[in-house]
T-cell receptor, first 112, second 114 residues
Framework: KQEVTQIPAALSVPEGENLVLNCSFT??????LQWFRQDPGKGLTSLLL?????REQTSGRLNASLDKSSGRSTLYIAASQPGDSATYLC???????????FGQGTTLQVKP | AAGVIQSPRHLIKEKRETATLKCYPI?????VYWYQQGPGQDPQFLIS???????DKGSIPDRFSAQQFSDYHSELNMSSLELGDSALYFC?????????????FGPGTRLTVL
């Protein structure tokens, strides 16, 4: 059974720092991996999708990497801003049926 | 750009009542997914539809049923509501069932069962 783990569960950094969020999964047979952002009580915003054949994806200050063989992904946020404060969830797409399996998320607080 | 629309945004029901949640996917998206997110928990997959047929089923209680209509909108029907059903219910849509397509999530319906 696929399990997704995110470490740390919470992170607090001063504004301007570069930071890395970690995601690990137990079954390397995935089709893709998505990173989402969720503000408190709000919906999920898709940040990046990495296909299994890709190593990384970039969007603005965000860079996500994928090492399928080791079952790991990282989300790198450069020059963090208070507006980046949110919960970040990674989710793996284990097969061709479409359902996503989510990690518990990392709650990020960026202090001004 | 058009996004996934969910209605209602908030719903308050009593125990043993029935609730219907609606989801309108992004235009041209033919695949719809339903997820349930309990307080402080990660989203859990409930059920999905592709071209109006159920494509996958997760940990969805027998008290819940869902369908996708000819215009691709979907409805999640929940009966005999329990306190534990209180959660944020997300609908997501994608252009196809496959590994290359992003799932776009709606804002969610917050269901509170009293």
């Amino acid at each position: 059974k696929q399990e997704v783990t995110q470490i740390p569960a919470a992170l607090s950094v001063p504004e301007g720092e570069n930071l890395v969020l970690n995601c690990s999964f137990t079954d390397s047979a995935i089709y893709n991996l998505q990173w989402f952002r969720q503000d408190p009580g709000k919906g999920l915003t898709s940040l990046l999708l990495i296909q299994s054949s890709q190593r990384e994806q970039t969007s603005g200050r965000l860079n996500a990497s994928l090492d399928k063989s080791s079952g790991r992904s990282t989300l790198y946020i450069a020059a963090s801003q208070p507006g980046d404060s949110a919960t970040y969830l990674c989710a793996v797409f284990p097969g061709n049926t479409g359902k996503l399996i989510f990690g518990q998320g990392t709650t990020l607080q960026v202090k001004p | 750009a058009a996004g996934v629309i969910q209605s209602p945004r908030h719903l308050i029901k009593e125990k043993r009542e029935t609730a219907t949640l609606k989801c309108y996917p992004i235009p041209r998206h033919d695949t719809v997914y339903w997820y349930q997110q309990g307080p402080g928990q990660d989203p859990q997959f409930l059920i999905s539809f592709y071209e109006k047929m159920q494509s996958d089923k997760g940990s969805i209680p027998d008290r819940f049923s869902a369908q996708q209509f000819s215009d691709y909108h979907s409805e999640l029907n929940m009966s005999s509501l329990e306190l534990g059903d209180s959660a944020l219910y997300f609908c997501a849509s994608s252009l196809e069932v496959g590994p290359t397509d992003t799932q776009y999530f709606g804002p969610g319906t917050r269901l509170t069962v009293l």
